[in-house]
């Protein structure tokens, strides 16, 4: 089921093929190893759990350690708890899911807590916010966790799960961009540039201070996984062949989603690309 973040949650028909080249893709590009566990407290209903957790793991891990949502919304430290028992590699979430375990696991829960094995730890789903990156690498940095295992990442239910990932074990960046440049076919005005360091730390150049409500922060989110493509669109869906403009994004490939489910046995197809 898509996110509803644009929009209602819908049910979405994925074949075989979408589902393995997917997950394979994955698995090639954060060098998934078979001596690899993954822990993961997202519902199975949303493509993040389902596609990131359950199937990936039946693919290419050793094991999955499954938690229920509601356990992790409860106590947030059982999921950090939970990886440094199992000495966890991996393990995805929201911003949402970040964020929250930075505000809400409580101190007394979190002793004896290692989480020096986590190599990566998928962000996306959400939009990846500077702020929700270094709130958790300082709470979470004197535990073992590493800044570059962060992994900001995007995706969609519409291509199976993942699209993008940037190189990993390599500290996540940021682009600063001027909010008022922001439209389809319009090119982006970027006034400074970052990266997060290590315990939340973050180091930033900036060619001119924007005021809080005229910069938005976009952390770089990577290549394309597997064989898919992707371009960039204007309002009138013309393709953008220069860089630094802003359009709609245009997926295809192997792992593109048969279609939207509309009934049963009844399915709205994309074609090859959405």
Not at 82 to 110: E, Q, V
Not at 142 to 160: D, N, Q, V
Not at 200 to 217: I, K, W
Not at 249 to 273: K, N, S, W
Request: with cysteine; glycine share 12%; aromatic share 8%.
């Amino acid at each position: 089921v898509t996110s509803g973040s644009t929009g209602p949650g819908k049910a979405t028909a994925i074949s075989h093929a979408n589902l393995l080249d997917n997950v394979l893709a994955i698995g090639a590009s954060t060098e998934t190893l078979p001596t690899d566990t993954a822990c993961s407290w997202l519902p199975l209903y949303h493509d993040m759990g389902l596609v990131g957790g359950v199937m990936w793991a039946f693919v290419g891990l050793r094991g999955l350690v499954s938690m229920r949502p509601f356990d992790f919304l409860m106590e947030p430290s059982l999921w950090l708890r939970a990886i440094s028992d199992h000495r966890c590699t991996m393990s995805p979430a929201p911003n949402f899911g970040y964020g929250y375990a930075a505000r809400s696991a409580r101190d007394h829960k979190l002793e004896g807590v290692d989480l020096s094995s986590w190599r990566v730890a998928y962000c996306g789903a959400e939009p990846v916010r500077v702020g929700t990156l270094t709130d958790f690498g300082r709470r979470f940095g004197p535990l073992g966790f590493r800044p570059e295992a962060m992994l900001p990442c995007y995706g969609l239910a519409e291509a199976t799960l993942a699209v993008t990932f940037p190189p990993h074990d390599a500290r996540p960046t940021f682009r600063v961009l001027d909010r008022r440049s922001l439209g389809l076919g319009k090119p982006v005005r970027l006034t400074g540039r970052g990266e997060v360091l290590a315990d939340g730390e973050v180091q930033r150049a900036e060619d001119e201070v924007l005021p809080v409500d005229q910069r938005v922060e976009v952390f770089s989110l990577g290549r394309p996984l597997g064989d898919l493509e992707l371009t960039l669109h204007d309002a009138d869906g013309e393709a953008i062949t220069q860089d630094g403009v802003c359009g709609e994004v245009i997926v295809r490939g192997t792992a593109v989603a048969l279609g939207y489910v509309t009934g049963p046995g009844q399915v709205e197809p994309f074609g090859d690309a959405f």
